[in-house]
């Protein structure tokens, strides 16, 4: 068999390594930075030479000539051109045959993702999206959905076993003032629909915080009715359920609709007996102090959280959102097994997770317990066109289900003024894909870690790096194969793939680093860098289309073409998969 490494940045990255530290005797920390580079220069460029001569006192040019040329004299060195440039750096052009090889090795998305087995074995919980009930899903919790669900598909790409929780927030002070301020209206609320039932209770929510706010009363009637939940009273434990369930219904209508899954749904209240474990194991471990009638942790190397504490049970008893997570990381180790843990949130959370990672290092450590890897995905906010938070104009956050609604209703009017001759049932469904693709993959687009605006007018544009703009090149890609008359996945492996023209080269060039954007994309848990990527492959394509004929009369010419063409479409439509956006055949 021919030698096809399915990621060339890491191969080449471990080819330089072990040449340079068994031919040019570099010390075992030589790091190669194998990075891709500018087209102009080659595909990638090794950055590591410089600073390593830098390091020992080596001349770099002088270390990169050696290094080149132990490169040159050993195995592999067919598989690309090499060339030096400026002070030390290689330049790695992958030649020809070889972009031609890997094109024939990795044909579908089944290839990729048996060569991409960098995690099996390894369970990683997803905790992500989790609203608190009572409250209609707004635009502030677009991000984790969206973002959560495409790591998830990102992990189970590489092989993962991935365990999607929407760990809800379900157990809250807000049901002691809903509990007592519902109590007080004796409201009939059975017949709503779950929508109207969360609207109502969202202003009965509202009244009641008035009234806490200004009656001492009312506060400790609030305060009561907590207790009673708590304490499992039968009449207050089934309002919380109607209440948890009403919520949920609604959810779910958003879930569906943005096509995203949960393996499980265990809110805080699921927890609620499992805090007192909590406290008990930390106070007995030293960990957990008694601060002004509190239960808190401090962390004495801790710059901030030497004062600032982690408190784990208030001064009246309770427990809070802090126990339920140390809770709940127990429970995931020891019944679900899991090695690692990615909590996708705001990033006004991050002290809490730091927090709450350094306490559970420390309580698995004191009890022996295997700690899962702890990660916290956080993100930055989606303002207005102003800058600012978007709201409605009476200040409210938008729900997202009328963000949806717009973006959906939106895209019908596009499609409607490019006048088609679509069914009404097929106008819905591009409609509903590309209205809803087009929020997800404009959240996408961006660097998670920055805030940014939301443009309805540049997320729903055909033009510019945006779902609809991707979604028409992959149904663009479609219509090639049905014009041909062949099944775009048929031409798997059988046929020879010719690069002959530039532009055909190009496109092979941009389709093999596919591998090194998604080992990139999960290095950081970043899904922004496969948003980049396929936008560009999208425009070299397109190039490539319309420069060349792909629909040959010469039969070779054609099924090379028609191969490069299918190549396209799978890695296409394999980022637009790991990233939660439907495609199209037709648009
Ligand atoms: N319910 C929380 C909120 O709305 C998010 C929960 C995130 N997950 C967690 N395990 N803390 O802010």
Known sequence: MRMCPFDFQRFIDGWVRNVAISACHLSEDFDPQILPSEPRFGDFQCNGIFAHAKRSGIVPRQLGEQVLKALQASDGAHLWDMSLAGAGFINFKIAIPAIETWLETYATE?????????????????????????????????????IGDAIANLLEFFGARVIRDNHLGDWGTQFGILLMQLREEKLQMENL??????????????????????????????????????NGDPERVATWKWI??????????????????????????????KVGRVCDELSKCGIAEESEGALVVFHRDHPRFCQQPFIIRKRDGASNYATTDLATVLHRREEWHCDEIVYVTDGRQRDHFEQLFLTAKRWFSAKGYALPVLKHVWFGTVCGEDGKAIKTRSGEPIRLKTLFSEAIQRADEIIASKGTDLTADERMRISRTVGVGAIKYGDLLQN?????????????SLEGNTAPYLQYAVARIYAIFRRAGIDPDAPGKSHKIHLLEPQEIALGRK??????????????LRPHFICTYIYELAGIFSTFYNSTKVLDEDQQTLLSRLSLCARTLTILRSGLNILGIGVLEKM
């Not at 609207?199 to 009244?207: A, K, M, Q, S």
């Not at 948890?244 to 699921?270: C, M, P, W």
């Open 244 to 273: 948890n369930t009403v919520s949920y219904a609604s959810f779910q209508e958003i879930y569906d609709l943005a096509r995203v899954k949960f393996d499980h749904v265990l809110g805080e209240s699921f927890y609620r007996d």
């Open 110 to 146: 089944e290839d990729f993702s048996k060569a991409a087995g960098d995690l099996p074995g390894k369970t990683v919980v997803v905790d992500y999206s989790c609203p608190n009930t009572a409250k209609q899903m707004h635009v502030g919790h677009l991000r984790s959905m969206v």
């Open 193 to 230: 629909s779950p929508d109207e039932a969360l609207e109502c209770l969202e202003n009965v929510y509202r009244r009641g915080t008035q009234a806490t706010q200004t009656s001492e009363s009312a506060m400790e009637r609030a305060r009561a009715e907590l207790v009673a939940l708590q």
């Open 448 to 460: 998670r870690t920055s805030d940014y605006a939301f443009s309805w007018d540049k997320m729903l």
């Open 511 to 524: 389709l093999l680093l596919y591998p090194c954007v998604l080992h990139q994309a999960l290095a950081d």
